[in-house]
């Protein structure tokens, strides 16, 4: 099976930077996504990294150290809108090759 | 957006009672999921299909049904409910399992309360 952790909750300030962890343990790892879900709406995709290293997309990065079994969503300059729950995913090779999700951390900016 | 609409949107159904939820898509994708989210577990897989009538179990899979008659229908019933299904439903969409990073959509979402 697969375990993976990551904070229940975190807040930061608008205008600063915050960084989101998660820890995993799987056998055959293919790969780790970040979804972003607004409060009562559907997960949307936010990135994916399957090799090691520091994917950049505008305002948000994701980093993977596969060898620690480990990644994390930065998110820079907050802003409001970036309150959301942020959904970190495994996929393994073995089983049904379907992400398995984390329990999600909830992000909450303050003004 | 991409084309996947879940009805009903907000269901209350009473302990032992039948309850069917409803997932259809417009992309002509392959594979279909149906997840459930709690507070303190997340996401998890409950069905998936890979195509007409093709279906498998999830992590969650006891006390649920699934059916898929159609390529845009997947169909999730609880066959008598009961308060530890009350959750809220995901329905999701892919064209493959190898491509979840451009090709997975979810749904809005189905909030059912057993009672």
């Known amino acids: 099976g697969q375990n993976i952790d990551q904070p229940t909750e975190m807040t930061a300030t608008e205008g600063a930077i915050v960084q989101i962890n998660c820890t995993y343990q799987t056998s055959g790892f293919n790969g780790l996504f970040w979804y972003q879900q607004h409060a009562g709406e559907a997960p949307t995709f936010l990135s994916y990294?399957?090799?090691?290293g520091l994917e950049e997309k505008g305002r948000f990065s994701s980093f993977l150290s596969r060898s620690k079994g480990y990644s994390y969503l930065l998110l820079k300059e907050l802003q409001m809108k970036d309150s959301a729950s942020y959904l970190c995913a495994v996929r393994s090779s073995g089983g049904s090759y379907i992400p398995t999700f984390g329990r999600g951390t909830s992000l909450i900016v303050h003004p | 957006d991409a084309g996947i609409t879940q009805s009903p949107r907000h269901k209350v159904t009473e302990t032992g009672t039948p309850v069917t939820l409803r997932c259809h898509q417009t992309?002509?994708?392959?594979?279909m999921y149906w997840y459930r989210q709690d507070p303190g577990h997340g996401l998890r897989l409950i069905h998936y299909?890979?195509?007409?009538?093709?279906?498998d179990k999830g992590e969650v899979s006891d006390g649920y049904s699934v059916s898929r008659s159609k390529t845009e229908d997947f169909l999730l019933t609880l066959e008598s409910a009961t308060s530890s299904q009350t959750s809220v439903y995901f329905c999701?969409?892919?064209?493959?399992?190898?491509?979840?990073?451009?090709?997975?959509?979810f749904g809005q979402g189905t909030r059912l309360t057993v009672v």
């Open positions: 299909s890979y195509g007409v009538k093709d279906t």
């Open positions: 999701a969409i892919s064209e493959s399992k190898a491509e979840w990073n451009t090709e997975a959509f």
């Open positions: 992309e002509n994708h392959r594979y």
């Open positions: 990294n399957v090799l090691d």
